[in-house]
């Protein structure tokens, strides 16, 4: 869950919590209905169905050898400074693609990194990567946690690469893979890295197959969920098919301010509890006032499982943050009743996630090359 635009029509109101259930059940099913018949609008078109393909930047085409090169960096401890901590360690594709805890823990037990980690599944459609945007691609992303001092704490790329030119089982493989005199380059570490993520995604949901056509596919509570949703106007901002834009093009962010409405008395009383304030948001990148409190909207598939919410990780519950965004964004509160359907809703967003297993990482027969770690770890507290 994340920021509605400041541009939202805030006319686009929810019914009057006096309503009964029935009435307001029925109000969405009209509204859903209406969305099949006006104008030929779809379901599919006016919320987004899952994309047939994931978006392959020109420069960086997929082959099997390069998604099996990058599952096996993903998944492997030695890019980080102190051996221990892969990509998976915080994204881990065995569950959700994230930790589920507020702030990660990084190298050597830091427990500095300042958001909440984002799920790896689906960050192929992102049209940019991290909470304030830094990133325009999934290449650029992927560098970013390797040199982060408190995510995986690499000095920089070129520590990256002499780790990897030790192990012959790459030099073999970076040379099958990209070619040429010195194949083993940071670049290529993410190209790789990337190739094996746009295979994460989760196709499929209750709602996938709800706009195919299968309308048992989503309960009574979940279609007037999807009709609060929409009358609401939480897809102004949650649109297009990750429920994260309106149609942003690739390496342009789609930002939003949160909270919106932090004077609004019910989302002061949030901002009391959840600080959410504290982080200047986008700020950090743009260095521009403007920006403060600015992120790049979140896309909601799966986003029953990636608790808990926000760029600070802050609220343990769904229900919670929903009526969290309806206090902070839309300036209203919630019944129930309302907040009960608006998750069923949510819940149907939960996809297929496809099967994955360990890659066999490659060795360095009768030797280490993670000597001196602890060295490098009190070298790295002196510079401080």
Not at 181 to 194: C, L, Q, R, S, Y
Not at 288 to 294: Q, T, V
Request: with cysteine; hydrophobic share 35%; charged share 20%.
């Amino acid at each position: 869950m994340n920021t509605m635009d400041t541009r939202t029509d805030s006319s686009k109101n929810p019914k009057p919590a006096a309503a009964t259930r029935d009435s307001r059940r029925r109000l969405a099913l009209g509204l859903s209905a209406g969305l099949v018949a006006l104008g030929g609008v779809s379901l599919a078109q006016a919320f987004g169905e899952f994309p047939a393909k994931v978006p392959v930047p020109a420069n960086n085409p997929m082959t099997p050898e390069k998604i099996a090169l990058g599952k096996q960096l993903y998944f492997d401890p030695r890019i980080s400074l102190s051996g221990t901590e892969s990509c998976d360690t915080c994204h881990n594709v065995a569950s959700n693609g994230t930790d589920n805890l507020a702030h990660s823990f990084g190298v050597f037990g830091r427990v500095d990194v300042p958001r909440n980690t984002p799920t790896v599944f689906n960050a192929a459609f992102n049209t940019v990567q991290f909470w304030d945007g830094r990133a325009n691609s999934l290449e650029a992303q992927a560098k970013g946690p390797i040199t982060n001092p408190v995510e995986m704490g690499m000095p920089n790329g070129e520590a990256v690469v002499k780790r990897l030119q030790q192990i012959p089982g790459y030099q073999k493989e970076f040379a099958q893979v990209f070619g040429g005199k010195d194949p083993i380059t940071f670049d290529n570490v993410a190209a790789a890295i990337a190739t094996y993520e746009r295979t994460l995604i989760t196709p499929d949901s209750p709602y996938d197959r709800y706009v195919k056509g299968d309308k048992k596919a989503l309960n009574a509570s979940a279609t007037a969920g999807m009709g609060l949703f929409k009358s609401m106007g939480c897809d102004t901002c949650h649109a297009g098919p990750m429920f994260d834009n309106p149609g942003t093009p690739m390496g342009t962010g789609f930002f939003q301010k949160f909270p919106l409405q932090p004077t609004n008395p019910q989302c002061a009383s949030y901002e009391q509890k959840y600080q959410f304030m504290k982080d200047p948001g986008r700020f950090d990148v743009t260095h521009n006032p403007a920006d403060k409190y600015y992120y790049k909207v979140p896309g909601l598939r799966n986003v029953a499982l990636t608790a808990p919410y926000f760029h600070n990780g802050s609220v343990q519950t769904l229900p919670e943050a929903v009526r969290v965004m309806a206090a902070c964004q839309l300036g209203k509160s919630l019944s129930d009743e309302q907040v009960k359907d608006v998750v069923a809703f949510l819940d149907s967003l939960t996809g297929k996630f496809p099967k994955e297993t360990l890659p066999r990482l490659p060795q360095t027969p009768n030797t280490t090359i993670l000597m001196g770690v602890p060295q490098l770890e009190k070298a790295a507290a002196q510079n401080k």
